[in-house]
């Protein structure tokens, strides 16, 4: 099935966006000498950032990430460096507009002017770790991201063209229809999957792409390959910005600006090239074989073992920056930028390009593709139902119509239910295995989360809960040798179907709730547990105390075994049969013992089950599944998706 999306043919409905406005600044020359893109810059006023602490509830001081930092960055490719805690990937965070507005001061400006609403959606973000589909091949993975981010200006045609762009701008042509691959499938190499990850950013042609640690995981090779793309990408005219922690000299060379942090405040802003010489007026020079890059962090890091000369231990470097030239000709040009962006109306970009409709198709379509890849989990989830299904079968095998034909029943059936809302484990990781996927694709943009989330549930329920129960009740129904009725027979399948999908909701609350799988296996299956124990097979419903009777109306286990009772018992006798002699018909027949016989209407009256109970506890069933359904699409959408 590969290139899934780039066979199809339809247009779609966007909302078309309105571009960033540019101002000039000729007096402030491009960083990397492209004088026709000195329209295109970020710049960043006041920066500052703080965090709130709070230990056992009580509250602390807060800690100051980012303190007061300015600067700006054109056309060209800069790093964003400093030691571990220094604050780059805040920095980077804030100018890509991904991070959460408490604590936040300061500005950043687009072109000078103030970002537009929904920045994050017209500009490019490529996260630390690549967040692709690995059972999508590299094509696929870019029609997927062209399909639901380009404006509704670009054809089906036009959008397939703009990904053969993409992939021959970043030299995937030869990959373009190998998956990138998983953990058990395996796909294209490291660097192709960071380039593709790029891709998925690059499709909306932005003037702007932030990279956070774009070399991690990489070898030295490719590393440099992938710098040297994104140097070659920032040439067309492109603001480039990293957060990078220590790169060596190859790719350290290939910076065209330099933004160097320390505890949160600058050391050095400006080009790469005049680094070197700033420090060591400062009086850190740099060994003939060091590391450019190494070095600034040992100063930064006051590792003295890697400087050659004995500067002014009492000055830290920050305030040498803060009374440098440097920051007062920055801050010349700053200020009056920001003075004229707030006496101006604040650009609109829209969130979505697409419409819902559209966005549940192709996140339906790249789900579906999943579960066809890897047919292992759904064919499982078929043969282990089947194979429990059998298991029941056999253990209460064509039960009888005795007396104890009834116990019976009653204990296939918790049987049942028991294997179904169990069975339900493994739905919890449908949210928390693509969490940190859905909050990109979804503060970037690709689509809303009502559209993630119906493709998600429906793509899931139907292959992987409703099919395996139905094959599941067909085996059991019959060789149980229940009530051989095609009416009963459908209103068993409908009560597992309701079951098996209500058990599922509760699965999908804890998987959205919680990002680790482990607590949420632990707080399902304890869910599960509760439910088992008041569903009125442990323990008499009417034995329990006031204070706890509650929770029966709260289990699924009590609503299904209920409405499985009365679909089996309603209308019928059970009884043990015994040898008379008729005088009549001078023959023995049987007939039943009185004293070992149920009436299944007096059985269900005494159970408090009246004849209108069936379909209130499927009522009950549906009900239960559409609020479990309801509360995980309310914990997605409530989601911190900012960092």
Request: glycine fraction near 6%; charge should be negative; include cysteine.
């Amino acid at each position: 099935m590969d290139d899934v999306y780039s066979n199809m043919s339809a247009d779609t409905g966007p909302v078309k966006g309105q571009d960033f406005e540019t101002v000039e600044l000729s007096n402030f020359p491009a960083m990397n000498g492209e004088a026709v893109y000195e329209d295109r810059f970020i710049s960043f006023h006041n920066i500052t950032y703080t965090v709130e602490q709070r230990v056992c509830f009580k509250k602390r001081p807060p800690t100051v990430i980012l303190n007061d930092v300015s600067g700006m960055m054109k056309v060209g490719l800069h790093a964003i460096m400093g030691p571990t805690g220094s604050g780059k990937t805040s920095l980077l965070d804030i100018l890509a507009d991904r991070k959460a507005k408490k604590g936040l001061l300061g500005h950043v400006l687009i072109n000078g002017r103030r970002q537009p609403h929904n920045f994050k959606c017209a500009s490019a973000y490529v996260v630390q770790d690549d967040i692709v589909v690995g059972t999508l091949s590299v094509k696929e993975n870019l029609m997927f991201s062209a399909a639901l981010r380009l404006p509704p200006s670009y054809s089906w045609l036009e959008r397939k063209e703009k990904v053969d762009t993409v992939i021959d701008e970043l030299g995937l042509q030869k990959v373009a229809k190998s998956r990138v691959g998983t953990e058990v499938l395996r796909g294209v190499s490291g660097g192709e999957r960071k380039r593709t990850s790029i891709g998925m950013e690059l499709i909306i042609s932005p003037d702007i792409v932030f990279l956070d640690e774009p070399t991690t995981g990489l070898d030295s090779s490719t590393a440099i390959s992938v710098i040297r793309l994104l140097k070659d990408l920032s040439g067309a005219g492109r603001v480039i910005v990293m957060a990078i922690h220590q790169p060596r000299y190859a790719i350290f060379k290939l910076f065209d600006s330099l933004t160097l942090l320390s505890n949160g405040e600058l050391v050095y802003h400006g080009p790469t090239v005049n680094a070197l010489d700033y420090f060591s007026k400062l009086g850190y020079v740099c060994e003939q074989h060091n590391n450019p890059a190494d070095f600034f962090l040992d100063v930064i890091s006051m590792n003295e073992s890697s400087v050659t000369s004995d500067p002014d231990k009492n000055a830290p470097l920050t305030t040498y920056y803060k009374q440098s030239s440097a920051i007062k000709e920055l801050h010349s040009h700053l200020e009056p930028m920001l003075t004229k962006a707030f006496n101006e109306p604040r650009g609109i970009s829209p969130q979505y390009n697409t419409h819902f409709p559209w966005q549940l198709l192709m996140v339906s379509i790249r789900t579906l593709t999943n579960i066809i890849r890897n047919p292992l989990l759904a064919m499982l989830q078929v043969i282990i139902m089947a194979l429990f299904a059998a298991i029941v079968g056999v253990i209460f095998f064509q039960v009888d119509n005795s007396f104890v034909g009834v116990q019976d029943r009653i204990g296939a059936f918790f049987f049942v239910i028991m294997n179904l809302v169990f069975g339900n484990l493994n739905s919890i990781e449908l949210f928390i295995k693509e969490k940190v996927l859905f909050k990109h694709e979804n503060i970037s943009g690709y689509y809303r989360v009502s559209a993630y989330y119906l493709a998600k549930v429906i793509c899931d329920v139907i292959p992987l809960r409703v099919l395996p129960t139905i094959v599941f009740g067909a085996i059991s129904y019959w060789m149980v040798g229940l009530e051989a009725q095609a009416s009963n027979f459908f209103i068993y399948l409908l009560t597992l179907v309701l079951t098996s999908v209500a058990a599922s909701g509760v699965a999908f609350v804890f998987s959205a709730l919680v990002d680790v799988f482990a607590l949420a296996n632990i707080m399902t299956a304890f869910t599960y547990v509760i439910m088992m124990v008041f569903a009125g097979y442990l323990i008499n419903l009417n034995s329990l105390e006031n204070w706890l009777s509650w929770l029966q109306y709260i289990s699924i286990f009590r609503y299904s075994l209920h409405a499985l009772t009365g679909n089996e018992l309603a209308d019928r006798v059970f009884c043990d049969k015994m040898s008379t002699f008729d005088e009549l018909t001078n023959e023995t027949v049987l007939m039943c013992n009185a004293s070992r016989t149920i009436d299944g209407n007096q059985f269900l009256d005494d159970q408090n089950y009246s004849e209108n109970d069936l379909w209130i506890n499927e009522l009950a069933l549906f009900l239960f599944t559409i609020f479990f359904f309801v509360v995980a699409y309310i914990i997605l959408r409530l989601i911190k998706k900012d960092k």
